[in-house]
């Protein structure tokens, strides 16, 4: 029985619709674990010091994996070996390896040896605290992590291309179960440090899924001077894409590091936060992105700007529409999502409500978020690969330097009414809601920015994007005016004391809202509400009569040897 697990697990996937079905499912997996890291992290350690200073530590070896390490990414790497033979490919992976060990090593190196002043520069009150020996250490044992990573990146292009999808979805839910092995065994034995070894240990079965298919093919890398051309072409091609999520990690470590001097837990509900949002953007906004983005190349390859338009509409049209329609639901029912998946142990009401708060902000800019991923893919469809860059930076300062004006105002002006309408005036720590505040303004001109450049090769899409926008406003607003109604009918039938009592509630209510939500697009005759439920009802058919013609692979697929 476990040799056939393994035999599936390890299976080459060649369908398109079973690859898809596969990824989706292991997809949802990962991100219900990663919810379960979280809990685990509120549960044991509350909104406090010791896991702001977990989440600090954390934002260094990002940095280190958007400057180095994606450089030779999948991205890159796949189209190259795609075809290539055996000892091209291996030469290929191999010089890619060298050079992750020898630039990252370097770099890792260096940070390690100034480890303590670098963290005293970003995080000053964090190093002044009787962790500080700690946090240290557990910043440098974090160090291998970009590492380990990037090399698992080289080597899933091979498990990519050879379509062991399985073992590639794996492996972020083996790197999650690694943090949560760190949280519950080995911080009680080595206290901060543990919670690093343990994240060390999910990077290393991050990577050891990917041995085997390696191995398999016989390309497992080895100690290979790079090639001067070789790893310049690749580099050529990654620079644009590695600088821009360069900008996105600088600016997630200068706001970190402005939570850090807010107070004791600012770093973990704001961190927490964005972990929330991350849930429903990978959802909505990389599902369409991602699908979209080989459909936008092949439009613009063959010179079809009208289908190039087409599918780059219909992809916005749709984020936005269900990315506005989450938003009415979550900031209605905000509460009791934080409290059922992180409201437990250390985690009390008062983190409960701030990081409601600002999950409720960072929510308004999800609309842009996600489309800014669409936006992104269009333009490097379109062979301009710098722009993205350069909005990534623009929006990168934009958002710093709000962050530093806000901070700098007095609690009495934006803060106090961004507090009161969010129901948290009462508190303490509000003033993180002014970073959230800041991200999100940042993120809308991004995506402002995206949408002009995107004029040269899709003209008049702004205009498409005005229906769903109404649309989605009316939808969310049935939709959340349905759900807090139901709560308040709900509210005297059982206390909310217990999980089940907060889950069923919000179960309940989410259920009338989205309810709500689908009967208004179906009264104004929306158009993607149509596109989805008739694309729902056929799979529905399918799955009944004929899913065989759901799960045949295409013929399209070229077979790799």
């Known amino acids: 029985m476990v040799r056939r697990i393994l035999e599936r697990i390890t299976?080459?996937?060649?369908?398109?619709?079973?690859?898809?079905?596969?990824?989706?499912?292991?997809?949802?997996?990962?991100?219900?674990?990663?919810?379960?890291r979280d809990r685990t992290f509120a549960h044991v350690f509350g909104a406090g010091r010791v896991l702001d200073l977990y989440y600090a530590a954390f934002r260094v070896p990002d940095l280190v994996?958007?400057?180095?390490?994606?450089?030779?990414?999948?991205?890159?790497i796949i189209p190259r070996i795609t075809g290539m033979d055996r000892d091209k490919t291996r030469e290929l992976i191999s010089e890619s390896t060298t050079f992750l060990l020898g630039a990252g090593g370097l770099i890792c190196v260096v940070l390690a040896v100034f480890m303590p002043q670098f963290l005293t520069f970003l995080y000053p009150d964090l190093v002044n605290s009787m962790y500080q020996a700690e946090f240290v250490l557990l910043a440098r044992i974090l160090l291998f992590q970009p590492i380990l990573l990037g090399l698992s990146g080289v080597l899933a292009s091979v498990t990519q291309v050879h379509r062991r999808f399985t073992l590639f979805a794996?492996?972020?839910?083996?790197?999650?179960?690694?943090?949560?092995?760190?949280?519950?065994?080995?911080?009680?034995?080595?206290?901060?440090?543990?919670?690093?070894?343990?994240?060390?240990?999910?990077?290393?079965?991050?990577?050891?899924?990917?041995?085997?298919?390696?191995?398999?093919?016989?390309?497992?890398?080895?100690?290979?001077?790079?090639?001067?051309?070789?790893?310049?072409?690749?580099?050529?091609?990654?620079?644009?894409?590695?600088?821009?999520?360069?900008?996105?990690?600088?600016?997630?470590?200068v706001m970190t590091a402005l939570a850090s001097r807010l107070g004791t837990g600012s770093v973990s509900v704001f961190t927490f936060a964005n972990n929330l949002e991350a849930v429903p953007l990978a959802l909505v906004g990389s599902s369409y992105a991602v699908a979209a983005f080989p459909a936008l190349s092949e439009a613009l390859e063959k010179k079809e700007q009208g289908e190039y338009m087409k599918i780059l509409s219909t992809g916005a049209r749709h984020i936005i529409l269900w990315s506005i329609v989450m938003l009415g639901l979550v900031v209605v029912l905000r509460a009791h999502i934080v409290r059922v998946i992180l409201g437990s142990g250390a985690f009390d009401?008062?983190?409960?409500?701030?990081?409601?708060?600002?999950?409720?902000?960072?929510?308004?800019?999800?609309?842009?978020?996600?489309?800014?991923?669409?936006?992104?893919?269009?333009?490097?469809a379109a062979h301009q690969s710098?722009?993205?860059?350069?909005?990534?930076?623009?929006?990168?300062?934009?958002?710093?330097?709000?962050?530093?004006?806000?901070?700098?105002?007095?609690?009495?002006?934006?803060?106090?009414?961004?507090?009161?309408?969010?129901?948290v005036g009462d508190i303490q720590g509000t003033t993180i809601l002014l970073l959230a505040l800041s991200v999100v303004i940042g993120q809308f001109f991004l995506v402002f920015l995206s949408?002009?450049?995107?004029?040269?090769?899709?003209?008049?899409?702004?205009?498409?994007?005005?229906?769903?926008?109404?649309?989605?406003?009316?939808?969310?607003?049935?939709?959340?005016?349905?759900?807090?109604?139901?709560?308040?009918?709900?509210?005297?039938?059982?206390?909310?004391?217990?999980?089940?009592a907060v889950l069923m509630q919000g179960l309940v209510a989410g259920v009338v809202g989205l309810a709500a939500s689908a009967l208004a697009l179906f009264?104004?005759?929306?158009?993607?509400?149509?596109?989805?439920?008739?694309?729902?009802?056929?799979?529905?058919?399918?799955?009944?009569?004929?899913?065989?013609?759901?799960?045949?692979?295409?013929?399209?697929?070229?077979?790799?040897?």
């Open 11 to 36: 299976a080459p996937v060649r369908g398109l619709h079973q690859a898809a079905y596969l990824l989706a499912a292991l997809t949802l997996a990962s991100q219900a674990l990663a919810l379960l």
């Open 65 to 76: 994996f958007a400057l180095v390490s994606s450089l030779v990414s999948a991205y890159v």
């Open 170 to 253: 794996l492996s972020p839910v083996l790197y999650n179960l690694g943090i949560i092995l760190g949280i519950i065994v080995l911080y009680p034995i080595w206290g901060l440090p543990g919670i690093g070894i343990g994240v060390v240990i999910g990077a290393v079965a991050y990577l050891a899924v990917h041995i085997p298919v390696v191995l398999s093919a016989g390309v497992m890398p080895r100690i290979r001077f790079p090639t001067l051309a070789r790893m310049y072409s690749v580099m050529r091609d990654s620079i644009p894409r590695s600088l821009a999520l360069s900008a996105n990690s600088i600016m997630l470590l």
């Open 349 to 380: 009401w008062n983190a409960t409500r701030l990081t409601a708060a600002l999950l409720a902000i960072l929510m308004v800019g999800l609309v842009v978020d996600a489309l800014e991923l669409l936006f992104t893919r269009a333009l490097y």
């Open 386 to 423: 710098w722009r993205p860059l350069f909005y990534q930076l623009a929006g990168a300062v934009l958002t710093v330097v709000l962050a530093l004006y806000f901070l700098s105002l007095p609690n009495t002006g934006i803060l106090a009414s961004v507090a009161a309408f969010l129901k």
């Open 451 to 500: 949408l002009v450049a995107l004029r040269s090769v899709a003209p008049g899409l702004g205009r498409t994007l005005l229906r769903p926008f109404v649309d989605g406003c009316i939808a969310a607003v049935a939709g959340g005016a349905a759900a807090y109604v139901t709560l308040a009918l709900e509210g005297g039938i059982a206390p909310l004391t217990t999980l089940v």
């Open 523 to 561: 009264l104004i005759e929306n158009e993607e509400f149509r596109t989805v439920a008739s694309a729902l009802q056929r799979l529905v058919r399918r799955r009944r009569g004929h899913l065989s013609e759901v799960l045949a692979p295409s013929v399209e697929e070229p077979l790799q040897p």
